[in-house]
């Protein structure tokens, strides 16, 4: 008896169709999406009664994004190249000037005592804000603040931040904290006169 003409043994073209299957999934690679790394402080111990404590003014600096993109620092409008070497200025106080932030001394686990800055950074924006715009100004304060922490690490351990122990890197963290405090976006509304 003859096979009708319409019929197809399908079970070679399954294995067919399984290997080029898990042929495209070993050679491709699949995008991970990536985000801001951002360490988190710890959660603070639930027996310890936390006291507020007051920031002086002097000890904030406000970074500002408009719905223009334009960049203010400390009050004053600057372009973005120059906000690195502001916030540098602003964290180490190098003068020791009374409107810039106040240090106070600070024991260090397996260094002693050293004088911390009691620096603040505030980044704010608006909701037009550009994400391009953000991303480069957090870029460059984050620069300043690995700048700073690299500036420590030579002048204490004789190299980079990133080329330290984990207790140096420890120990340059205490000395230098990150404090770069992001708020959420805030809206803009014309005034009417």
Same mark, same amino acid.
């Given at each position: ?17 399984? =290997? ?19 360490? =988190? ?14 920031? $002086?003014?002097? $000890? ?10 334009? =960049? ?20 180490? $106080? ?68 990133? =080329? ?30």
């Amino acid at each position: 008896m003859a096979r009708p003409a319409g019929d197809i043994n399908a079970g070679s073209m399954a294995d067919i169709a399984f =290997l080029l299957l898990t042929f495209f999934m070993m050679v491709t690679t699949m995008d991970t999406e990536t985000g801001i790394q951002r360490r =988190l402080p710890p959660m603070p111990d639930e027996n310890q009664i936390e006291q507020a404590e007051q920031i $002086n003014k002097r $000890n904030i600096m406000v970074v500002l994004i408009n719905n223009n993109d334009r =960049l203010f620092a400390g009050g004053q409008e600057m372009p973005i190249v120059m906000l690195k070497d502001k916030v540098k200025e602003f964290l180490t $106080n190098p003068a020791n000037l009374p409107d810039l932030p106040e240090r106070r001394e600070k024991e260090i686990e397996g260094f002693g005592p050293y004088m911390v800055s009691r620096a603040l950074v505030s980044l704010q924006n608006t909701r037009g804000t550009s994400y391009k715009a953000y991303i480069e100004v957090q870029n460059e304060l984050v620069k300043a603040f690995n700048e700073v922490r690299d500036d420590f690490a030579m002048q204490n351990f004789g190299k980079k931040y990133d =080329l330290l122990d984990e207790d140096q890197q420890r120990i340059t963290r205490d000395a230098v904290p990150m404090n770069l405090s992001e708020r959420e976006p805030r809206e803009v509304t014309k005034r009417r006169r």
